[in-house]
């Protein structure tokens, strides 16, 4: 297929790398003008997406997703996709989405789980909202990229699973930690409180295979001083999207509000920022019942 390539950061870079190993002739652009073997550097965005078949951005945020849509969509063809993997706010991902049907395009919402491993390994999952034309011609680019892409619905719907997702993800790793903290100062061994929670009802993933606890369960972060992994500050992102979509939709979440404030505290006036999302560990070891 022909393929623009539109931001080629830690993901997107190992993405359209993977994609031009494939064999597919994969066109990019950079603001930052980063280059990837295998990958055709463009000049603009407008050129970079010029005659594809397909155009997958892969950006920080809905602002500079819509900036990159308005640039992208006129130099498009009629029956192209324009499939955009960056975790953006649900009303940017319609917004982008309805321009792009307006232009005779199919447009398809597809975030990502699974990090610059699974960039790196094409082993992503995508959550995918859009149109089921768009989402046949795609299947074949995310089992390259990726292990598995789940269709969720119309646009936006890829957005919604993903924060929906990732406020369970912080809550319950907020959760953990704050329960390894307690079980530390009630003389509970963490080994042994690994092998109870993560074979009883308080299982989950963060505990199971993401454990926050240095040396007990799989090796993760926590084995390598927190390193991440998945930054605490992309966890924020993540929160404050879903937080955005609550508001939006008039839904009560008032555990997501807790992890979101909690965040926010760790990563803006602590020293969260650049560790692991799985640092709330030691941070709540230091910490006391009122404080
Ligand atoms: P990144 O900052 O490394 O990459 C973004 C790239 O976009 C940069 O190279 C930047 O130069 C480029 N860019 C910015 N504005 C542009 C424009 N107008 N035109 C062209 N390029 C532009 O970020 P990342 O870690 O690759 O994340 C990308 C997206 O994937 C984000 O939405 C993020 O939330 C999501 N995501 C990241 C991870 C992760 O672990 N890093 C995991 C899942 C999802």
Same mark, same amino acid.
Request: net charge negative; proline share 4%.
């Given at each position: ?120 390994? #094409?082993?992503? +999952?995508?959550?995918?909202? /859009?149109?089921?034309? !768009? @989402?046949?011609?795609?299947?074949? &680019?995310? $089992? ?72 007990? #369960?799989?090796? +993760?972060?926590?084995?390598? /001083?927190?390193?991440? !992994? @998945?930054?605490?500050?992309?966890? &924020?992102? $993540? ?53």
């Amino acid at each position: 297929m022909n393929i623009g390539f539109i931001g080629l950061g830690n993901m997107g870079g190992p993405m359209a790398a993977n994609l031009a190993a494939a064999g597919h002739a994969v066109t990019g652009f950079d603001t930052a003008g980063v280059v990837i073997e295998g990958v055709t550097p463009a000049t603009t965005a407008a050129k970079a997406a010029t005659g594809q078949e397909v155009v997958i951005t892969m950006l920080p945020n809905g602002q500079i997703l819509r900036a990159v849509a308005d640039q992208v969509i006129p130099s498009m063809q009629a029956g192209a996709v324009l499939l955009d993997c960056s975790t953006v706010d649900v009303e940017s991902a319609r917004a982008v989405a309805e321009q792009a049907h307006n232009a005779g395009l199919s447009a398809l919402d597809a975030p990502v789980s699974g990090g610059v491993g699974g960039a790196t390994a #094409g082993t992503l +999952t995508f959550m995918v909202g /859009g149109d089921d034309a !768009g @989402f046949q011609i795609a299947s074949e &680019l995310f $089992d390259i990229m990726g292990q598995k892409a789940v269709h969720c619905g119309p646009s936006g719907n890829g957005q919604a699973a993903k924060i929906c997702n990732n406020m369970i993800l912080g809550a319950t790793m907020i959760v953990t930690c704050e329960a390894f903290a307690l079980a530390d100062k009630l003389g509970l061994d963490r080994q042994a409180m690994f092998d109870v929670v993560s074979t009883s009802s308080g299982y989950s993933w963060s505990m199971n295979a993401y454990c926050p606890a240095p040396g007990i #369960g799989p090796q +993760t972060p926590a084995d390598n /001083g927190y390193t991440p !992994g @998945f930054a605490a500050e992309l966890m &924020l992102k $993540d929160l404050r999207l879903a937080q955005q979509a609550a508001e939006s939709a008039d839904a009560d979440t008032p555990l997501g509000a807790a992890a979101t404030a909690l965040y926010k505290q760790f990563v803006e006036d602590e020293d969260g920022l650049g560790k692991d999302f799985s640092a709330m560990l030691p941070r709540f070891k230091t910490r006391g019942h009122d404080r």
